[in-house]
């Protein structure tokens, strides 16, 4: 059986399927998708506003971020995954940009056993493994249970950027959601449902294009 697309989603909410839309999400993610038939809108999204040297090439996007363990805020792995990041994808070598922004949001108890479920770090093949000092070490016994939300704020998105990073820093990803693009927030949207942006919304996403 294939996997549900962009297309099935709208269709099952009743909605007729447009042609363009913003970022793409991979079966292991979850998350906000624009959706417009606006040519211009789109290309303002993908290719922010010329602002002169230093303007970012894409709005914004955020992600939330699961990790396992206990991972505090100004900890080695989470001071990496706010580094410039070089990988090989189909034999060309890859740049992608530094994070605009790395926020720590909580550490708490894993109540449910999430951890104990399988990663998708595996997702990324062929990745050197990270440095000795990032290196998830055996947890300590006061770090047994726990998991840590972080949000990850982009400007340049390249392939599986997220989580090629937290393959070098050595952190288990359980999960990664896309939480906002610019100004819009997936805010309290359950999966698959689709609905129109509210002109304050529209007006703000065309103002930051």
Not at 11 to 19: D, H, N, S, Y
Not at 23 to 28: A, E, I, N, P, S
């Given at each position: 059986e294939r996997e549900r697309t962009l297309t099935d989603v709208m269709?099952?909410?009743?909605?007729?399927?447009?042609?363009g839309h913003v970022?793409?999400?991979?079966?292991?993610t979850s998350g906000l998708m624009l959706v417009t038939e606006d040519a211009s809108l789109l290309n303002a999204i993908l290719h922010a506003p010329d602002a002169g040297a230093g303007a970012p090439e894409e709005l914004s996007k955020t992600y939330s971020l699961l990790l396992a363990g206990r991972h505090e805020p100004r900890s080695d792995a989470l001071a990496s995954l706010a580094l410039p990041l070089t990988f090989t994808r189909r034999a060309k070598t890859v740049h992608a940009e530094a994070a605009v922004a790395v926020r720590h949001v909580r550490c708490f108890r894993d109540a449910e056993g999430v951890a104990s479920a399988p990663d998708d770090i595996d997702r990324v093949p062929a990745l050197a493994p990270p440095p000795l000092a990032l290196r998830a070490a055996a947890p300590?016994?006061?770090e047994v249970g726990w998991l840590t939300e972080?949000?990850?704020v982009l400007n340049q998105g390249r392939h599986h950027q997220i989580r090629r990073l937290c393959a070098r820093a050595g952190v288990r990803l359980?999960?990664?959601?896309?939480v906002a693009i610019g100004p819009i927030e997936l805010g309290e949207m359950a999966p698959g449902e689709v609905r129109l942006l509210s002109p304050s919304e529209r007006a703000a996403l065309y103002a930051a294009c």
């Open positions: 269709a099952a909410a009743g909605v007729e399927p447009l042609t970022g793409r999400l991979d079966v292991q300590e016994d006061g972080v949000e990850v359980l999960h990664l959601r896309r």
